[in-house]
């Protein structure tokens, strides 16, 4: 992304007078000194060549999202002590603030919590944690332990905080996960559970929690997608992300947990092994990499193209026979049905804001489901043969890198510099002024430039350094 906010004129850029013309001739050839270093280039006649930082038009989104990038630590931790500031010394105010960093609607009776949009404040609490936790893990602990590692160039040390950041999320919550999936009904396969407890509207502390977490975590994704630089496949993961993020809320709101708890354990353990992989790769450890490669690919095909098409077919196929075709009202306590769905299609958005409201499954529910979940087997399909080219690429010998996003790093760097700058046509200023007017030292620290010698080693002070300047300024033959 780049900075324009940074690109400040030269100090002789910001005296300059010169009105640029509407032609836009290539620049001219650079003269000894690099031509990066030079904002003025003699062309011909009294035309100067006015090499310029590019100033873009980018409207009031990029530097807002430079601010939050620049700011995400501060920000985030200042909301959260003010948060807890606000808890701790304002009592009336704890009805409300507790709702931020506790679980709510719990059921002293079964011991375990419903659901309602009381939610939001948990999920607005975590998200603004995990983007502070992530900032701060990833510029205080990973690009340090990067640089120890012998990462020099910045885009690649942040592509290894990133990428560690992530692995550390998902040994967490695969773990979490995989915990609550190991102690439930339907492990390791058994489909046909997924379902048996609908409509159960109450869940326990620890799924709750889960289920939630997780939510924020790709709320917060989305964010980061679009105050981070972009990469090549942008757009197919803000796809991905909103496609899972709705997933993620249907399955909490419809109380279809346990399904939600079994396909984020399948795309999980994926992205346990992948970030890890590319942090070997970074870090120069390419025979690991290659074995940790290895694990990702099988793990991606028995985890997204074999269970989690296992699950849409339990969805397309179990449900009819198990779940009952109907809606049903209230929480836990006084839960009435089943009832005939109502008519329309707003009775669907109920369990998103409606504490209690109707609850249903019909074929409407199911293929509400089943479209997004095969939209995202589409797009994992898409970055499979991705994954097959570097396969290819591994079986004949070279190492394994992701084409998605990484593979334009190098061009990147190498093209960035020149990107940055614009030629004009500028008219010089030309005044009658006394040779010893001229700040010839001055001019000489700003512009960077140092006297040469003459061929026969006697040197004379000045006058290389003046006739320079005056021809920069158009007027040379005055001079020789």
Not at 93 to 109: C, D, E, I
Not at 175 to 192: E, K, R
Not at 327 to 339: A, E, M, R
Not at 441 to 446: H, I, L, P
Request: proline share 5%; glycine share 6%.
């Amino acid at each position: 992304m780049g900075d324009s906010s940074h690109a400040a004129s030269s100090p002789a850029d910001e005296r300059s007078t010169a009105k640029p013309s509407s032609a836009r001739p290539q620049p001219a050839a650079s003269s000894s000194t690099s031509a990066a270093k030079h904002l003025y280039t003699r062309s011909s006649g009294n035309v100067v060549i006015v090499r310029r930082l590019k100033r873009k038009d980018e409207g009031t989104w990029k530097p807002l999202a430079r601010w939050l990038l620049k700011n995400q630590i501060g920000l985030s931790f200042n909301l959260l002590a003010l948060l807890f500031l606000a808890h701790m010394f304002i009592p009336k105010a704890r009805t409300h603030t507790r709702k931020y960093f506790t679980l709510s609607y719990y059921n002293q009776r079964t011991g375990q919590y419903g659901i309602g949009p009381d939610d939001a404040f948990l999920i607005t609490f975590f998200v603004i944690l995990f983007t502070g936790l992530r900032a701060s893990i990833m510029d205080f602990i990973l690009s340090p332990l990067g640089r120890k590692a012998g990462i020099t160039k910045q885009k690649l040390l942040t592509r290894f905080s990133e990428q560690a950041w992530l692995t550390v999320y998902y040994s967490v919550f695969w773990t979490l996960g995989a915990y609550i999936w190991y102690d439930s009904p339907y492990f390791p396969m058994n489909l046909p559970e997924l379902w048996t407890d609908w409509p159960n509207r109450e869940m326990k502390g620890l799924m709750k929690f889960y289920m939630v977490a997780q939510w924020s975590f790709w709320v917060q994704q989305i964010i980061v997608l679009f105050i981070e630089e972009r990469r090549k496949d942008h757009w197919q993961m803000f796809c991905h992300h909103i496609i899972t993020n709705a997933l993620v809320s249907a399955c909490y709101c419809y109380h279809y947990t346990r399904v939600g708890n079994v396909i984020l354990v399948m795309m999980d353990v994926v992205d346990l092994f992948f970030p890890t992989a590319k942090c070997l790769k970074y870090t120069g450890y390419h025979t690991l990499c290659d074995i940790m490669f290895g694990l990702f690919v099988v793990t991606w095909i028995i985890a997204r193209h074999v269970g989690y098409v296992m699950v849409c077919w339990s969805i397309y196929a179990d449900t009819p026979n198990i779940m009952p075709a109907a809606c049903f009202q209230g929480t836990n306590d006084n839960l009435v049905g089943p009832l005939e769905p109502p008519a329309g299609w707003t009775y669907l958005l109920e369990p998103f804001y409606k504490l209690g409201g109707n609850v249903c499954y019909n074929e409407k529910v199911k293929w509400g489901f089943l479209v997004p979940l095969l939209l995202l087997q589409a797009i994992t399909i898409l970055w499979f043969t991705m994954i097959v080219r570097v396969v290819i690429k591994v079986l004949r010998g070279d190492s394994a890198e992701d084409v998605r996003s990484d593979d334009e790093d190098e061009v990147e760097e190498a093209d960035e510099v020149e990107e940055d700058f614009v030629y004009e046509e500028a008219q010089p200023l030309e005044e009658e002024v006394g040779v010893e007017s001229l700040d010839l030292k001055g001019w000489e620290r700003r512009s960077g430039l140092k006297r040469q010698a003459s061929s026969s080693g006697v040197s004379l002070p000045g006058h290389s350094d003046r006739k320079e300047l005056l021809g920069r300024i158009g007027c040379e033959k005055q001079v020789d």
